[in-house]
């Protein structure tokens, strides 16, 4: 069965440098999305990504973040200049529809120290 | 403000023990409610999707119903392998993204 994977599964990084995280979503996918989830809490919405533009972005996602799609199946997620609050699990899901269920990897922890 | 709640937060049963999850929601104009189940370190996993009223869905020993205020997953039977904790989601009509609840941690005791 087809699935989204992301790499690196787990990153730790200093406070201030950038990470990118990595995504290759479902291929017939045209729906994508980033979402975290930090330790004990809810999964949190960051941004929707459609036909090559973010259709829709959270409070959460600041001008540190931002996505990018470089070529038909890489999907990216940057933060700029990490903070400690950053450290999260953060989770890649794509859709074959508006309305369909989104798919998730299994996510990339990331620690910020 | 478009909201889900879960309850219990936590959940012990036997195995064979039958019981239901709740989710709650609110949320302006239902496009979606969607049950996943996550294992711990793993992402949500897709189980059930439920669009109107009145809908129900099945899968092994799992049944997802649907009412204008709240969806129950019903659990028949349960088995060890079946601990997890299982999330609800809405989808409204005024954006793109999925709104989580915080899960129910279900744990079946052999």
């Known amino acids: 069965e087809p699935e989204v994977t992301q790499t690196p599964s787990h990153q730790v990084t200093q406070m201030g440098q950038e990470v990118i995280l990595r995504c290759v979503p479902i291929?017939?996918?045209?729906?994508f999305y980033w979402y975290r989830q930090i330790l004990g809490q809810k999964v949190e919405f960051l941004v929707s990504f459609y036909n090559n533009e973010i259709s829709e972005k959270s409070e959460i996602f600041d001008d540190q973040f931002s996505v990018e799609r470089p070529d038909g199946s890489n999907f990216t997620l940057k933060i700029r200049s990490t903070k400690l609050e950053d450290s999260a699990m953060y989770f890649c899901?794509?859709?074959?529809?508006?309305?369909?269920?989104?798919?998730f990897g299994n996510g990339t922890r990331l620690t910020v120290t | 403000e478009d909201q889900v709640t879960q309850s219990p937060e936590a959940l012990r049963l036997q195995e064979g023990e039958s019981s239901s999850l709740n989710c709650s929601y609110t949320v302006s104009g239902l496009r979606g409610l969607f049950w996943y189940r996550q294992d711990p370190g793993k992402g949500p996993e897709f189980l059930f999707t439920l669009y109107s009223a009145g809908e129900e869905k099945e899968k092994e020993r799992l049944k997802a119903t649907l009412t204008k205020k709240e969806s129950f997953l019903h659990i028949t039977a349960p088995k060890p392998e079946d601990s997890a904790t299982y999330l609800c989601?809405?989808?409204?009509?005024?954006?793109?993204?999925?709104?989580f609840g915080t899960g129910t941690s279900l744990t079946v005791i052999p």
């Open positions: 899901a794509s859709s074959v529809a508006d309305r369909a269920p989104l798919h």
């Open positions: 989601a809405v989808r409204s009509n005024t954006g793109n993204q999925f709104y």
């Open positions: 291929s017939n996918h045209l729906y």
